[in-house]
């Protein structure tokens, strides 16, 4: 299977909260995943990635955690400020390039 | 500045009105990719393009064609566009080597079919 399932599908957050949004594989053969921001009326962007071998990876304010036994991984966002409200998408990877998305959450940070 | 540039931003076409959208990198990418964003669905991949003159379906293909003569472009072409293509669509590059690498995603076109 390669869907990808992310939840919630929208977040809200008072200012200073920490955000967190899950995601479920079922396909081991995934290797790669990827967070992807989306700000309204842009393209997603990289946010953080990481790779099985490890089971949290941290840049700046946003962490993730990754369960391989569980097949599942999940975006901590600390400190949320209103500038991080936005769509977060996770993915996974598998082979050269291939990516599969999950349904995405639409997260508000209130001020 | 490297970017992924879609043509046009907004569309709003007739039913079986064949239109191209087009999308151009300047990063010397070789891994290309046509998505479609629905709300709920998140992003699914249309078509995938590995190399000049290599394409293949991703998840989501009926309705669509594509092509790769030129490394750097890689449209996206409805033949007779219905109403159930009307979405956000989204083109992406990414360096073609055997381990994924971040995906750079083009500004978007949304597309309306009446």
Known sequence: ?111 | EAQVTQNPRYLITVTGKKLTVTCSQNMNHEYMSWYRQDPGLGLRQIYYSMNVEVTDKGDVPEGYKVSRKEKRNFPLILESPSPNQTSLYFCASSLGTDMNTEAFFGQGTRLTVV
């Open chain 1, 1 to 111: 299977q390669q869907q990808v399932k992310q939840s919630p599908q929208s977040l809200i957050v008072q200012k200073g909260g920490i955000p967190i949004i899950n995601c479920a594989y079922e396909n081991t053969a995934f290797d790669y995943f990827p967070w992807y921001q989306q700000f309204p009326g842009k393209g997603p962007a990289l946010l953080i990635a990481i790779r099985p071998d490890v089971s949290e990876k941290k840049e700046g304010r946003f962490t993730i955690s990754f369960n391989k036994s569980a097949k599942q991984f999940s975006l901590h966002i600390m400190d949320s400020q209103p500038g991080d409200s936005a769509t977060y998408f996770c993915a996974a990877g598998w082979e050269a390039q291939k990516l599969v998305f999950g349904q995405g959450t639409r997260l508000t940070i209130n001020p």
